[in-house]
């Protein structure tokens, strides 16, 4: 069993809280942190969980195995280097660090203490994504030519929040939903190679944001993003041999060419962020390896460095340049 | 009723005879082909008089418009000739892939008086009518984003003018794509800015995708592989909520989303809408027969010369970013 502490308990803290309290024999909330307790009692004692307001109360825990990092991009490097000197495992939300050169010292310092790291990027445990990579990782979709996805909500637009700093989210909802799909696609294609990202303001600022990217691999991509509209998730997988498209966390449409009409492939529904949060419990517990490696994690903060880069400059950026 | 001639009878110039049979608006009367004996069967079962020179039928009285089903780099030329004869002309798509080539030839057409047609049928397809109409009601809000994607493997395998690196510098972008900048330009106005790739797989240039910065402020996304199952995707997002378009050329269903803040995650309120289908053919025909209302004064045109004109310059601008790897100008 893992002991964990929620850090920050915000709309997607609590949603943490929501998929692991009471339903997981892997990993257990010992206690959370938040620095605006009178906001989150009532849920807090709700669910009879300990409530403090300062990170060093989880970190100075012995019963506390890892703390869970539900808090502002920016401060993601600074705790995880602080958990690791006090040798508690950290899994982070995404983004995984402001920028490359602090994901790289949250890496360095959580080899250097020995301590696993995790990452909330829960799209790679969504049944159909995962789908999506065994089509590729088998041969079925061929050569993969193009990737393209929006995932788009509005659920953020009533919230004054750190999430519409600019320095938190250069590009918006790049950062927040985008990220996401970013981060599945260098899982299933491989590292992101150049970008060329603009985004513009409608409604709120950066309320339109997107990305063209170019892998490694010679396939291409596009991420769309819009925080000023209602849910909407598309996601499409081009290859030599056909595509596949989600059309819900569950429904997978494919069509082969020469194969006549498409079929749709159906999975179990999954909670995804228990999913990731139970497969870093095992990998903590040496039953199996965890879903992300610290050179995926350094990746996706590179390429977002990119396309930072490219929405400043106007012009395409090479990942790393 | 008008008298056309249909110059070009591959199998799509066959398609506009077939959609055109027995309208009361336009009536193919001839035919011009520069391999006629390919095609005499087929001029005689459509009662079509053939010739094998297109100034044969600018030079007579009793054709009244000529319908251009020709390789892209010949449509400007055959539009001033057409212009100069007093016949009216529908092209095919693209209208042409450089700016300077567009102008001219609506400059032509002006000056003579005659009326342009342009062959985006998809314009008349039920769920891209519906969703135009919301754009027009202003049901979205204020409107974002609009994305794009209409692909097909049609061309594997098949050589011939559509293949050339000229009359396509980025592939399925000029060919099924051309329709999908007609149709974002429709519902968001000039495109500003561009930046587009091309890469290339089974086919050259077999992969297209492009970012689009619209003078309203709108921006977009546009899509077409050359060797994939068919696939249509066109979606409008905006500040009240999205509607989408799928399925392929006759696509007759609507997606919409106009539930406001939180929505459960399965993908919230989500409702489709299904319109009478309007299949290819009868799009081709609605586009003739709306044309062919339009120079006898009938009705009004669906496109003007200037949207028309406007996609060469898309089209440019798209082929020229790709080839320099830098956003460009429209």
């Given at each position: 069993m893992l002991n964990t502490a929620i850090i920050g308990l915000g709309w997607w803290g609590k949603t943490h809280v929501n998929a692991i309290h009471g339903k997981s024999d892997k990993v257990k909330i010992r206690r959370v942190v938040d620095m605006a307790p009178d906001k989150v009692r009532d849920f807090v004692s709700e669910r009879n969980l300990e409530?403090?307001?300062?990170f060093e109360d989880a970190l100075a825990d012995p019963g506390v195995d890892a703390v869970v990092l539900v808090t502002p991009h920016s401060q993601h490097t600074d705790q995880i280097v602080a958990a690791a000197a006090a040798g508690k495992h950290a899994f982070s939300e995404k983004p995984f660090a402001l920028n490359a050169g602090e994901a790289r010292r949250a890496v360095a310092a959580a080899k250097k203490a020995g301590i696993r790291l995790g990452l909330g990027h829960n799209q790679r445990f969504n049944p159909t994504v995962v789908e999506m990579k065994r089509m590729v990782d088998s041969g079925e979709i061929g050569t993969v030519m193009h990737f393209e996805g929006n995932l788009s909500h509005d659920e953020l637009i009533d919230v004054t929040s750190w999430r519409y700093d600019p320095v938190e989210a250069p590009g918006n909802g790049l950062?927040?939903?985008g990220s996401h799909f970013l981060d599945l696609y260098a899982w299933i294609l491989g590292p992101v190679k150049e970008v060329y990202a603009q985004a513009v303001d409608r409604v709120l600022?950066?309320?339109?944001?997107?990305?063209?990217?170019?892998f490694e691999c010679g396939a291409t991509g596009y991420i769309g993003n819009s925080t000023y509209t209602a849910r909407s998730r598309t996601l499409t997988l081009y290859g030599s041999n056909g595509w596949a498209k989600m059309l819900s966390p569950t429904e997978l449409e494919v069509c082969m060419r020469g194969g006549g009409a498409s079929e749709i492939r159906t999975f179990e529904p999954v909670d995804i962020v228990?999913?990731?949060?139970?497969?870093?419990?095992?990998?903590i517990a040496g039953r199996t390896e965890y879903r992300f490696t610290t050179d995926q994690m350094i990746h996706d903060i590179e390429a977002l460095d990119a396309i930072a880069k490219s929405l400043r400059e106007h012009r395409p950026v090479q990942v790393g340049e | 009723m008008i008298r056309a001639a249909i110059v070009g009878l591959g199998w799509w110039g066959q398609n506009h005879v077939r959609a055109a049979r027995d309208s009361s608006k336009i009536r193919f009367t001839r035919a011009v082909d520069i391999a006629p004996d390919r095609v005499r069967g087929f001029c005689d079962e459509q009662g079509l008089d053939l010739t094998d020179s297109f100034d044969d039928v600018l030079a007579d009285p009793d054709i009244d418009a000529v319908v251009l089903v020709t390789p892209h780099s010949q449509h400007i030329d055959q539009i001033v000739a057409a212009s100069a004869a007093g016949k009216h002309v529908l092209t095919e798509k693209p209208f042409s892939l450089h700016k300077a080539e567009g102008l001219r030839g609506i400059a032509a057409a002006k000056a003579a008086g005659?009326?342009?047609?342009i062959g985006h049928n998809y314009r008349y397809a039920?769920?891209?009518?519906?969703?135009k109409r919301m754009v027009d009601a202003g049901e979205f809000g204020e409107i974002h984003h609009i994305e794009a994607n209409l692909s097909h493997q049609g061309q594997i395998g098949v050589e011939g003018w559509r293949r050339n690196a000229e009359e396509a510098p980025t592939g399925g972008i000029v060919h099924f794509g051309a329709h999908m900048i007609d149709i974002m330009c429709w519902y968001c106005g000039p495109m500003k800015r561009v930046f587009g790739q091309t890469t290339s797989h089974i086919m050259p240039a077999d992969c297209g995708s492009v970012l689009v910065a619209f003078e309203s402020g709108v921006t977009g996304y546009l899509a077409d592989l050359m060797t994939t199952p068919s696939n249509f995707h066109l979606q409008v997002m905006g500040s009240k909520g999205w509607a989408r378009a799928q399925g392929w050329l006759d696509s007759y269903e609507v997606t919409k989303c106009f539930s406001a803040g939180?929505?459960?995650?399965s993908g919230g309120d989500i409702e489709t809408v299904t319109l009478p289908k309007v299949d290819m053919l009868a799009q081709v025909r609605a586009n003739d027969e709306n044309f062919a209302a339009a120079c006898m004064g009938e009705e009004p045109y669906l496109f003007t010369p200037e949207q028309m004109a406007h996609t060469a310059a898309v089209h440019e601008a798209i082929a020229k970013s790709a080839a320099s790897g830098q956003p460009v100008e429209v």
């Open positions: 409530l403090s307001t300062r950062w927040h939903m600022e950066r309320d339109s944001a997107q990305a063209l990217l170019q228990r999913a990731n949060m139970e497969n870093f419990a095992d990998a | 005659i009326t342009l047609g039920a769920a891209v009518s519906e969703i939180k929505v459960d995650e």
